[in-house]
């Protein structure tokens, strides 16, 4: 069964899989970056691929999400979870639904305040902070043009996280707050084991020493380092010079009273107003 970790980009999902995968996949908590292959990205070429689904083409790919899931869902045995990242919002999009209940077991999703999501987007996908907004607040796909990965219907960053907040009817859903992930990855990450060994009706027992061995070696300046060394497979390229654009880049430090002008943030600010606010972020 699925368990989907959700986030609109440049959210923290990438965190967030690093710690479940650094304690799940791993004897003694200790992360690399290896341990993220655990997780299936979806949309997916390699699926699509396998399944003789031409992924360039827009309406067979929508066509055959749910497919694509089942396919996932034979991927492990009849009580073992797959977990699948996606930046994809929750939605249909024409015809054609999103998510198969039958293959989901619950969804993750990461939310990041929207003013720090631009500029860690406009980064990320070397966009001025004008157009990063313009693509968080319009119907924004991702990968167009990519001769490796589908394209992902993301949709608005408000639109984004009420789509996949519709799974809460279920008792299906956990939301979790990049900036208390940052604040307290020990309280989340134990909440999100909770959740993740309820929904596959599990008894958990946290072993403290792995739980610490998880969180230290996902630490922030840690994954800056290990990215610097070995580099990660995640990361984009720049077009020009050929060169990959840091994938960990600012961290705890990316602060978007540094980086934002008022009218930007007032733009912001205006569009996502009563989501802000339910998330406490006005």
């Known amino acids: 069964m699925i368990v989907w970790l959700a986030s609109f980009p440049k959210s923290g999902n990438t965190y967030l899989r690093s710690l479940i995968s650094s304690y799940i996949y791993s004897n003694d908590g200790l992360f690399n970056f290896d ?28 066509k055959n999400y749910l497919k694509a899931q089942q396919f996932i869902h034979k991927l492990g045995n009849k009580n073992s979870i797959q977990f699948v990242k996606t ?24 939310v990041r305040d929207p003013r720090n999501v ?11 902070k004008e157009q990063s907004v313009i693509d968080i607040t319009n119907e924004l796909i991702i990968g167009v043009n990519s001769k490796t990965h589908p394209p992902t219907h993301v949709g608005s960053w408000n639109f984004h996280y009420n789509s996949w907040k519709q799974l809460n009817k279920s008792n299906r859903y956990m939301l979790v ?22 929904l596959g ?11 610490a061995n998880s969180i230290a070696s996902t630490d922030f300046d840690k994954m800056q380092k290990l990215e610097k ?12 010079t050929g060169e990959s654009i840091p ?20 733009k912001i600010e205006n569009s996502f107003q009563k989501e802000m606010l339910e998330l406490d972020y006005l």
Request: glycine content about 4%; overall charge positive.
């Open 35 to 62: 341990l993220l292959k655990n997780t299936i990205q979806f949309p997916n070429k390699f699926i699509f691929d396998k399944l003789g689904i031409d992924f360039k083409n827009q309406a067979e790919q929508n």
């Open 87 to 110: 930046h994809s919002s929750c939605a249909s999009i024409g015809n054609y639904k999103f998510l198969s209940f039958e293959t989901t077991l619950g969804a993750i999703h990461i």
């Open 118 to 128: 631009v500029t860690s987007y406009s980064k990320h996908f070397k966009k001025t």
């Open 177 to 198: 707050k990049y900036e208390d992930l940052l604040q307290n990855p020990e309280k989340i990450l134990v909440n999100v084991l909770n959740f993740i060994y309820r």
């Open 201 to 211: 009706n599990s008894k958990i027992s946290i072993d403290k020493k792995k739980l």
């Open 229 to 240: 060394k070995e580099g990660f497979f995640e990361s984009k390229k720049n077009e020009k």
């Open 247 to 266: 994938f960990f880049n600012l961290g705890k430090k990316n602060d978007w009273r540094n980086y934002l002008d008022n009218t930007l943030t007032k």
